[in-house]
């Protein structure tokens, strides 16, 4: 489709109110990455997601043992820049199609496309998109897929594939199609980062940087790629590197409490409990309810032996979060430890109900 078909296409159903809003002149547009913001679906919140992410470490420290299966924290940026790359004003009218936002199509009428001549590629990718909002995936993804055949260099459907296949956990297709975007337009950090997620969840975690990099080499505060890199961080071990991105985050964001609390467990993998205890702290001042970071806190103030302190903080967690079997096990060896014996055999034993259901 031509630059002027899509003119015409965008002036005539803007000026008939079909699906279009248009933006205040007085408003600036957003930058891409930044139009829209949503969680895939396999996404919990980012406070569940990490829970064992910056547990586990110190529960293997008193128990001895431990896994993590934590997610990256995640948030999907979709663009539609392809459609919206029309910066210049319209003859007679003087309409600058620059203030009408594409990310604003939220029921294209798709009969009157057909009836407005658009080809048919335009139509499917239309038509993917309103599956894709309604949670339709097998649907979006076969109209996506029509797209793509229609025109096999159309970004915006590879990028939306790529997201329904997210959605569907399906990671090695997602790479693929955000590959294939990168391909026909190297310039756009999220796609960078959209690619290293699906790396991350795949247990790729040296390429997964890569991508969360190479994202971040082109926009510097990017935090949802320093984000992920930071977790990505996390996992390999490399905890300096882990305090860097976080570090930045936080000047970035500065009542992340998420971040605030991976900092923390960087921190105490460094075995520095006093500023992982201040980092703890500070994530529970932002979020009352972070059951995570009580856990955490009662853990680096275990291991300064300030048993009550921890036994507090462990309580706490547990009040918030009943069904967290690590805080379980870690009160019941600060039960044991301050001669409460019976209490400590409930919760070993509440513990390993939890393990085993």
């Known amino acids: 489709m031509t630059d002027r078909f899509l003119i015409r296409v965008i002036l005539l159903l803007a000026l008939s109110g079909v699906f279009f809003s248009c933006k205040g002149k007085e408003a600036a547009p957003e930058p891409e990455e930044q139009i829209e913001v949503e969680e895939l679906a396999q996404a919990q919140t ?3 997601q990490i829970a064992e992410e910056q547990a586990v470490d110190a529960a293997a420290a008193v128990t001895g043992s431990g896994s993590s299966g934590a997610q990256v924290s995640y948030q999907t940026q979709r663009s539609m820049s392809s459609l919206s790359n029309l910066s210049r004003r319209l003859p007679s009218l003087g309409v600058n199609v620059q203030e009408i936002d594409p990310v604003n199509y939220e029921n294209p009428d798709l009969n009157v496309l057909r009836q407005m001549g658009a080809e048919q590629y335009i139509i499917s990718y239309f038509a993917g998109e309103q599956f ?7 649907k979006a993804l076969a109209e996506y897929s029509a797209a793509i055949s229609g025109n096999s260099n159309f970004t915006e459907a590879l990028i939306s594939r790529g997201n329904a296949w997210m959605k569907k956990r399906d990671y090695g297709r997602a790479i693929d199609d955000y590959s294939r975007a990168i391909r026909l ?13 699906a790396r991350s969840e795949r247990r790729e975690m040296n390429l997964a940087i890569e991508d969360f990099s190479r994202a971040i ?19 390999t071990g490399n905890n300096d590197r882990v305090i860097e991105d976080c570090d930045r ?6 009542s992340n409490a998420v971040i605030w609390n991976r900092r923390g467990s960087a921190y105490y993998r460094k075995e520095d409990d006093d500023r992982a205890i201040r980092d703890f702290t500070e994530a529970i001042r932002l979020k009352g309810d972070y059951a995570v970071a009580f856990f955490n806190r009662g853990n680096a103030l275990y291991s300064k032996r300030e048993f009550n302190r921890a036994l507090s903080d462990l309580n706490r967690a547990i009040a918030l979060n009943p069904s967290h079997a690590a805080a379980y096990t870690v009160r ?13 055999a409930l919760d070993f034993a509440a513990a390993q109900r939890l393990e085993h259901r």
């Open 46 to 48: 980012e406070v569940e």
């Open 249 to 254: 985050i936080i000047r970035l964001e500065p």
């Open 332 to 344: 019941g060896n600060v039960q044991r430890l301050l001669g409460n014996n019976d209490s400590a």
């Open 185 to 197: 337009d190297n310039s756009r950090a999220e796609l960078y980062n959209y690619r290293g997620f």
């Open 217 to 235: 080499a082109l926009n510097g505060n990017y935090t949802d790629a320093l984000i992920n890199r930071s977790h990505a961080y996390y996992q």
């Open 132 to 138: 894709y909002k309604s949670g339709e995936y097998d």
